[in-house]
């Protein structure tokens, strides 16, 4: 069984910085494409990061030039350094992979809020 389990999400000040990992476990082949989507309370789930497998990258334009999405294939991990923080990028961060052609897999969230 496929699971995922986010970390490093917290309370930071604007202009600060956070680093997300998601380690994926259970699945013997290495993901195609890691991501990150984020929710914040009221809204859409928003996309914001993904990464193939051989590392081509893809980025929302609300966090182009500020978040860096990365990933370690021999641990089956993906990260997500977050800096420049603003107020609006506060929400629950989810990681999501894809094994094969088209299974998808979620993690449960972890919280990211940035004071003003």
């Known amino acids: 069984q496929v699971q995922l389990v986010e970390s490093g999400g917290g309370l930071v000040q604007a202009g600060g910085s956070l680093r997300l990992s998601c380690v994926v476990s259970?699945?013997?082949?290495?993901?195609?494409?890691m991501g990150w989507y984020r929710q914040a309370p009221g809204k859409q789930r928003e996309f914001v990061a993904i990464?193939?497998?051989?590392?081509?990258?893809d980025y929302g334009d609300s966090v182009k030039g500020r978040f860096t999405i990365s990933r370690d294939n021999t641990k089956n991990t993906v990260y997500l350094q977050m800096n420049s923080l603003k107020p609006e990028d506060t929400a629950v961060y989810f990681c999501?992979?894809?094994?094969?052609?088209?299974?998808?897999?979620w993690g449960q969230g972890t919280q990211v809020t940035v004071s003003s």
């Open positions: 999501k992979v894809v094994v094969g052609v088209s299974i998808e897999y």
């Open positions: 990464i193939s497998r051989s590392g081509s990258t």
């Open positions: 259970g699945s013997y082949f290495s993901p195609n494409v």
